[in-house]
């Protein structure tokens, strides 16, 4: 008996991985190309709803693994917009902020500075930045941790926005509803 009923689970098992296992692994970028990527699952349970307000507010502090990498936290925002965007949820301009302070403000960084800063030649979240922004996410940075880290104005990636602190953000945005993810 104990054997029958092994065989059977086995055989359930295959069968449910057989359904995932057909299915595409290759990420697809319905909003931002390039970054983000993710993989349909048409059968979710929970999926994104049209009817509400997406205004969330993803808090970036920690630095990628190596300064020659994307950082991962970032990477996260564009995956968000590309899960809302798969379907057909698009947050009105703004309604999506990443503010960025702590290990990971350096990533806000212009080619030059941040190759004075890393010895690595090009900033690799540049590109990704300037992706989000065209999806309509505020990218944001703490001024205080600009300060903390020798960062000035000028040296700062196009477009991104210098926030009083990324503290007081933090409080204001929630308080006004954006939901908040941490990295």
Avoid: W
Avoid at 16 to 24: F, P, Q
Avoid at 37 to 47: L, Q, S
Avoid at 74 to 98: C, H, S, T, Y
Avoid at 156 to 171: C, H, P, W
Wanted: one cysteine or more; glycine letters at 6%; charged letters at 15%.
């Amino acid at each position: 008996m104990p054997r029958t009923v092994c065989a059977l689970l086995l055989a359930a098992t295959a069968m449910m991985t057989a359904g995932v296992a057909g299915a595409s692994t290759a990420p697809v970028y319905p909003v931002i190309p390039r970054f983000g990527g993710i993989v349909p699952m048409p059968d979710a349970a929970e999926r994104p709803d049209p009817k509400l307000r997406y205004r969330v507010l993803f808090n970036i502090t920690k630095a990628a693994p190596s300064p020659d990498k994307l950082n991962p936290s970032l990477e996260k925002v564009a995956r968000f917009v590309n899960l809302l965007g798969a379907d057909k949820v698009r947050p009105a301009r703004g309604d999506i902020v990443a503010i960025i302070h702590g290990p990971a403000t350096p990533l806000i960084l212009q080619n030059a500075p941040y190759a004075a800063r890393t010895k690595v030649a090009e900033n690799p979240n540049i590109a990704l930045i300037a992706a989000l922004q065209t999806a309509g996410v505020s990218v944001q940075v703490c001024s205080q941790a600009m300060i903390g880290n020798s960062i000035t104005p000028e040296q700062i990636v196009k477009d991104v926005v210098v926030d009083d602190s990324a503290l007081t953000t933090l409080a204001t945005l929630q308080l006004r509803g954006y939901a908040l993810i941490p990295d």
